[in-house]
């Protein structure tokens, strides 16, 4: 059986596949002609596929954490392929993003139990047809059923570079063969989006397993007159696409495909136990999500109108002017989201253990409506992830300004210093001074027994982490945070800012004894305390 497809190759695929669609992404946007000329599935496959990446990354940074000092070697490749498919599944977009979705699935079941990419193949290329509700030629299941069919073709001893290799040719021929298999890709002169962005993702497997990049598929791009979203290359279909996850169990599941069905076209159902993505489109939205309500329960609803033109006849409303500038802030708690809000900021929630992915930034942004936006991740781990954001809105014509925050509190102290009224530049200038002049702690409860650069801890230990490092390891909340408060005033400050969370024993009594020590200990520094709210960490701290 196929060999050496390892953690690490899994990782570096995932990395690759993600930078190569980064760099296509545009292209196969460009050639989206089916089932809706809605120009979005290079997009929607580069979200996906960051969502995979960064399930990938936590398993090898959570293996990392336990290993230190007790365990050597990498996570396995089996929790590393489930993973990437459960990130897949989870943030799956769009028609092509959900069937890629499943197509990781089916990879993975085969990887992880058997260290079998050719089965692997061959189980993804039959479940994403098993789960898209009338399966249509010359699109990326055909490409996939080609890819599998071209690794079955292999001695039974090739190794993983041979099988990726067979596949990524078995796949672009059959993606050149697509605009002869159906219509409109031939009206259109492109080849399937879906497909591929299948390849490249293909491709990127090559390159992970070999070291070398495969012979790239000439650039093919519209004949005649340019593909824009909503152009009428197909037959008009739904107003709405609708995107949901899903927890239900399997006769659940059953009933909700025949309804959704009924309601609706291009229906993919990927996942399985007892989580699903579903994807459809539909003229009655609010039917396609009762339908999920009465199977189970279907969270992260997305709902999107395939033509947003504006009606310019008789009685038709202009669409509100763009305001000038706007910030969009990413915050850890409903807390810190509603007073940021309330300052006029568009917030976006970080869930614990669910950062958010780019495409929920670019709805931030494009849902703050200004001409100019101002972005605070708050987050080293956003880093990349906003900047992709950033990079997506900028072809839209929107100004943007990303400033580095690492946590909330910097985020916080740049917007009380934002001014809309003077020159951007000039504003950014302000917000990113303010935010680089905060230092800033959390405070954090170890899972599990570990080395830290404060020595090793215990699991339950109360761990006080300065910008980013643990400095101060206790069994107190409010003895850790006073040390860490001691710690942080001893290079001087004027103003420290408390953020309790929801979680915290006696959070009021916590937060008094904070601002009394400050108050007592160190002259001319004034403290203010505001409430996380559910999902915030239990305390956060910053100096200014």
Not at 259 to 284: F, I, K, T, Y
Request: aromatic share 2%; with cysteine.
């Amino acid at each position: 059986m196929p060999q050496n497809l390892d953690a690490a190759a899994v990782r570096i695929w995932c990395a690759l596949a993600l930078e190569a669609l980064g760099q296509e992404r545009e292209e196969i946007d460009a050639i989206n002609v089916y089932p809706i000329a809605d120009g979005d599935t290079g997009t929607n496959l580069y979200l996906t596929v960051e969502s995979a990446t960064q399930a990938v990354e936590a398993v090898f940074v959570a293996h990392e954490t336990q290993a230190v000092g007790f365990a050597a070697g990498g996570p396995a490749v089996a929790d590393v392929v489930r993973s990437m498919a459960h990130g897949a599944l989870i943030g799956a977009r769009g028609n092509s993003g959900t069937i890629l979705a499943q197509l990781l699935r089916g990879l993975a079941e085969r990887i992880a139990a058997a260290d079998d990419l050719t089965g692997g193949l061959r189980r993804a290329a039959v479940l994403a047809r098993e789960a898209v509700a009338h399966p249509v030629e010359g699109t990326i299941l055909t490409v996939a059923a080609a890819a599998a069919d071209a690794a079955g073709q292999t001695p039974p001893d090739a190794d993983a570079a041979t099988v990726a290799r067979a596949a990524y040719e078995g796949a672009k021929t059959a993606l050149a063969a697509t605009p002869g298999q159906l219509a409109v890709l031939g009206r259109a002169g492109v080849v399937d989006a879906g497909g591929r962005g299948l390849l490249t993702v293909l491709g990127a497997l090559v390159k992970a397993v070999s070291g070398e990049a495969p012979a790239p598929l000439a650039s093919v791009r519209p004949t005649g007159t340019p593909i824009t979203a909503g152009a009428s290359c197909a037959d008009a279909g739904p107003a709405f696409e609708v995107i949901y996850l899903l927890e239900a169990d399997d006769t659940a599941v059953a009933k909700l495909r025949g309804r959704l069905d009924a309601l609706g076209e291009s229906l993919v159902v990927v996942g399985g136990d007892g989580l699903w993505n579903v994807h459809v489109h539909v003229d009655d939205a609010g039917a396609a999500v009762e339908a999920g309500v009465e199977a189970g329960r279907p969270y992260r609803i997305r709902i999107t109108h395939f033509d947003p033109a504006i009606d310019t006849g008789e009685g038709a409303t202009e669409p509100p002017e763009r305001t000038q500038r706007a910030v969009v802030v990413v915050l850890p708690g409903e807390g810190l989201a509603d007073l940021c809000g309330a300052a006029g900021a568009t917030t976006v929630l970080a869930r614990p253990g669910e950062p958010p992915a780019s495409g929920e930034l670019v709805d931030a942004i494009r849902r703050a409506h200004a001409r100019e936006v101002v972005l605070l991740p708050n987050s080293a781990e956003l880093r990349h992830t906003a900047a992709a954001a950033v990079e997506q809105v900028r072809g839209e014509g929107i100004r943007v300004a990303l400033i580095p925050t690492r946590a909330a509190v910097q985020g916080i102290a740049a917007l009380a210093v934002h001014e809309p009224d003077r020159r951007f530049d000039e504003d950014v200038v302000a917000m990113t001074a303010a935010a680089g002049a905060t230092r800033y702690a959390e405070l954090a409860v170890a899972e599990r027994q570990s080395w830290t650069s404060a020595g090793v801890c215990q699991a339950g230990d109360v761990l006080g982490l300065i910008d980013g490092d643990v400095a101060v390891i206790g069994t107190d909340v409010t003895a850790t945070a006073t040390a860490v408060l001691d710690r942080m005033l001893a290079a001087g400050g004027e103003l420290v800012t408390l953020i309790l969370g929801q979680d915290v024993p006696d959070a009021t009594e916590v937060g008094a004894h904070l601002e009394r020590h400050v108050r007592d200990a160190y002259l001319a520094v004034d403290t203010v305390v505001y409430e996380g709210g559910r999902g915030s960490t239990p305390l956060l701290i910053g100096v200014e």
